[in-house]
């Protein structure tokens, strides 16, 4: 598979990203894909906090960023990146082009692709909530009727895929690629240990939350009550909120900072400090689809705050989803009981979502969709080229 992507053109693979998660989830993949890729960032997550200092500590490649995305709403979001997208593309035809997940910025990458007549690949396809309330669920279902190749996470992603009628040519199963970001990032335990010294925490003796979503944050009451519920565990146990930027300022606008005075706010911190905090937390609460895969790979128990999931793997054995109300301290409750016993137990599970081998999966993928021409044309007789699957063919891409 590397020799065939080591013959791909320099910057031939788009590779469309604009939030924090998203560079998590494709860090590998671009590893992998090396000079080949060109990553475009839309700004979707323009705060440097959560999107700028990623890339220093990722090791990725300085992208190519839009501007006018990032801070407007959904509808601006995606026009803007899409205009943005569609102009570099016809100046720069890539080969294909990747998205990951259900974002704004997803979904605009998927459009343009999809104007161009541009080969897709969708990394993590197939998930649904069947809530049509999240603006995520729009964009998900929308990217994987688009997209040519669709990089499913799990069997059950799969299975929704077929259900809803997408060909199972298109369709392979090549596990979470969120599984090899956690295993490459985690610090060690030397390193753990001087993270929870730095914030005055002991391994197993404290909560880790964190909440940005709007279900969660735009209604003074509900953020009122996702707020009082912290600090009420706050009384019991130390609790570390890395504090989100929408988080704060919904809290200062419905003045609701009293209600933080016994939590330990900090800034959004980076992604190997995250998985420091995370996996030696007793319990974490966080209303985040990413934290919820993460648990799985860290073996901590995590209280879901949200309506509805798109990821019941994780509920199984690792999470429980609960509204805003006292189910929160409630949860956590049940979870402490179980104490160290309980730890041990999660921490022995795998992950439903796979091996650690997606991003190398995905990648092998890519070489179907650009894969090296054996006639002589303009590229050489060597040189990739495009090649759109037909949605009407014969199988070409097997489940893995």
């Known amino acids: ?34 000079p080949a890729a060109r990553v475009l960032h839309t700004g979707q997550h323009y705060d440097d906090d959560l999107s700028g200092s990623f890339l220093d500590e990722l090791g990725l490649p300085a992208p190519e960023y839009l501007t006018g995305v990032g801070g407007r709403p ?49 990394v993590e396809a197939g998930l649904r909530s069947h809530d049509r309330a999240m603006p995520e669920e729009h964009n998900r279902v929308l990217i994987d009727r688009l997209a040519d190749v669709l990089c499913a996470a799990t069997p059950d992603n799969r299975e929704l895929l077929l259900a809803e009628g997408v060909p199972a040519e298109r369709i392979a199963v090549t596990g979470n690629t969120v599984v090899e970001a956690v295993r490459r990032h985690r610090p060690r335990a030397e390193d753990r240990e001087a993270v929870l010294a730095e914030y005055g925490l002991t391994r197993d003796g404290y909560v880790l939350a964190t909440i940005h979503r709007p279900e969660n944050t735009d209604d003074p009451a509900v953020l009122a009550v996702v707020l009082g519920e912290l600090a009420g565990l706050a009384h019991e146990l130390p609790v570390v909120l890395p504090l989100h930027p929408r988080t704060r300022v919904r809290t200062e606008e419905a003045g609701l900072d009293p209600l933080l005075d016994d939590v330990t706010c900090i800034p959004p911190v980076d992604y190997t ?46 999470a429980d989803l609960v509204t805003p109300g006292l189910g929160i301290s409630t949860a956590v409750h049940r979870r402490l009981a179980q104490g160290k016993a309980g730890l041990r137990r999660l921490a022995s599970l795998p992950s439903p979502f796979g091996d650690g081998h997606a991003s190398e999966r995905i990648a092998g993928l890519l070489t179907q969709v650009v894969r090296p021409s054996t006639a002589e044309g303009p590229r050489g007789p060597t040189a990739p080229h495009a090649v759109r699957p037909h949605r009407s063919a014969p199988a070409v891409f097997a489940g893995v």
């Not at 065939?4 to 590779?15: E, M």
Request: hydrophobic content about 50%; glycine content about 6%; proline content about 5%.
């Open 1 to 34: 598979m590397n020799h065939l992507i080591n013959t791909f053109p320099s910057r031939s693979v788009a590779v469309v990203l604009g939030t924090r998660p998203e560079l998590v989830k494709l860090a590998e993949l671009i590893r992998t894909l090396g």
């Open 74 to 122: 959904r509808a601006l979001q995606v026009a803007n990146a899409l205009a943005g997208l569609d102009e570099r593309f016809a100046a720069e035809p890539p080969l294909a082009v990747v998205v990951q997940g259900d974002t704004n910025a997803a979904l605009a990458g998927a459009l343009a692709a999809n104007a161009r007549d541009l080969p897709l690949v969708h």
């Open 273 to 318: 400090t995250f998985l420091a905090l995370a996996g030696d937390a007793a319990v974490l609460v966080s209303d985040s689809g990413g934290v919820q895969e993460e648990t799985t790979v860290l073996g901590r128990p995590l209280v879901a705050v949200r309506r509805s999931t798109e990821r019941p793997e994780a509920l199984a054995e690792f």
